[in-house]
């Protein structure tokens, strides 16, 4: 089982990054998949999720309007489109898997985890 987060880099502030989120020896299909992110010094807090067929999307209010989840089933790839990127926006994002969605971003409720990836938006 492995999910593996990528597409991160060093942005200017305004700038737009795509996160990309891929898994592997799971049917991610079944899965509800979010976007978790987490500074230095803080918590990991939940960004972005998407329901199994991507019918259901849920951002937190800092990323509405600048961030846009989607994902591919045939190509077993989750998206995070991020775009006006601010400085707070940095951080390692992490993409993680659910069976089960709760409703809530609580982290032991996710069961798999992908490596994380560092966005970096300079001001």
């Known amino acids: 089982v492995q999910l593996q987060a990528f597409g991160g880099g060093l942005v200017q502030a305004g700038g737009s990054l795509r996160l990309s989120c891929e898994g592997s020896g799971f049917p991610l299909d079944y899965y509800y998949i979010a976007w978790f992110r987490q500074a230095p010094g803080k918590e990991r807090e939940g960004v972005s999720g998407?329901?199994?067929?991507?019918?259901?999307?849920y951002y937190v209010d800092s990323v509405r309007g600048r961030f846009t989840i989607s994902r591919d089933n045939a190509k077993r790839t989750v998206y995070l489109q991020m775009n006006s990127l601010k400085p707070e926006d940095t951080a390692v994002y992490y993409c993680?898997?659910?069976?089960?969605?709760?409703?809530?971003?609580?982290?032991?409720?996710?069961?798999?985890w992908g490596q994380g990836t560092l966005v970096t938006v300079s001001s």
């Open positions: 993680a898997a659910t069976r089960i969605y709760r409703g809530n971003y609580y982290v032991h409720e996710y069961d798999y």
């Open positions: 998407i329901s199994s067929s991507g019918a259901g999307t």
